[in-house]
């Protein structure tokens, strides 16, 4: 079964509202989530890397204020898309990571959300 | 940031043959992580297999295989006797071993598997 759940899958709002998307793992403690967005056809780009208990790191040209970040138990990351804009349509997807011994890094199955 | 490089936006192979995946990376640390990763339609991104730096031998899982050269930086995947379900996105990322877990991807082969 799915190791990061995230929610919602999908999402269609309108333009100046609110949308915030989670991010869970569920069976180990991720001390450290990340926020992916995905354009059609295109790689994942890294947005901001988020460490529990503390403040969120962003990627250069990520807006810190537009994209809130919060991670607030080693369960648990949410990104909260701010007066969304058309243009924030996109697909986004979280990840959380689990250290050495086994490293790995899981991914949620994403949010695609549609700013109208 | 690292630099992640694949110069396959495309790639097809019949049922049941080998293909080999490109990947190369920019990088000036010794020790890190390579992965590749498998995004299908419903974009679920999957753990195909993994590759420690240090460790010259090439990582297998199955079907998938890697040919590592740490000094050329390229890491490809080799995919045999292929499936109808290994058509996918594939994405190669980079993590290092000392400055932080940030995971680099590259821009992504398609894989089309034709019957």
């Known amino acids: 079964g799915a190791v990061v759940s995230q929610h919602p899958s999908w999402v269609i709002c309108k333009s100046g509202t609110s949308v915030k998307i989670e991010c869970r793992s569920l069976?180990?403690?991720?001390?450290?989530m990340f926020w992916y967005r995905q354009f059609p056809k295109q790689s994942l780009m890294l947005m901001a890397t988020s460490n529990e208990g503390s403040k969120a790191t962003y990627e250069q040209g990520v807006e810190k204020d537009k994209f809130l970040i919060n991670h607030a138990s080693l369960t648990l990351s949410t990104l909260t898309v701010t007066s969304a804009h058309p243009e924030d349509s996109s697909f986004y997807i979280c990840s959380a990571y689990s250290p050495l011994p086994n490293e790995k890094l899981f991914f949620g199955s994403g949010t695609q959300l549609s700013v109208l | 940031a690292q630099t992640v490089t694949q110069s396959q936006p495309e790639m097809s192979v019949q049922e049941a043959e080998t293909v080999t995946l490109s990947c190369t990376y920019d990088t000036s640390e010794s020790d890190y992580y390579l992965f590749w990763y498998k995004q299908p339609p419903s974009r679920q991104m999957i753990l195909v297999i993994r590759?420690?730096?240090?460790?010259?031998q090439n990582a297998t899982e199955n079907r998938f295989s890697v040919n590592f050269q740490k000094a050329a930086k390229s890491f490809s995947l080799k995919i045999s006797d292929s499936q109808l379900g290994d058509a996918a996105m594939y994405f190669c990322a980079y993590r290092s071993a000392s400055t932080g877990n940030q995971f680099y991807f590259g821009t992504g082969t398609s894989l089309t598997v034709i019957p």
């Open positions: 590759q420690e730096a240090y460790k010259q």
């Open positions: 069976d180990f403690q991720a001390t450290t």
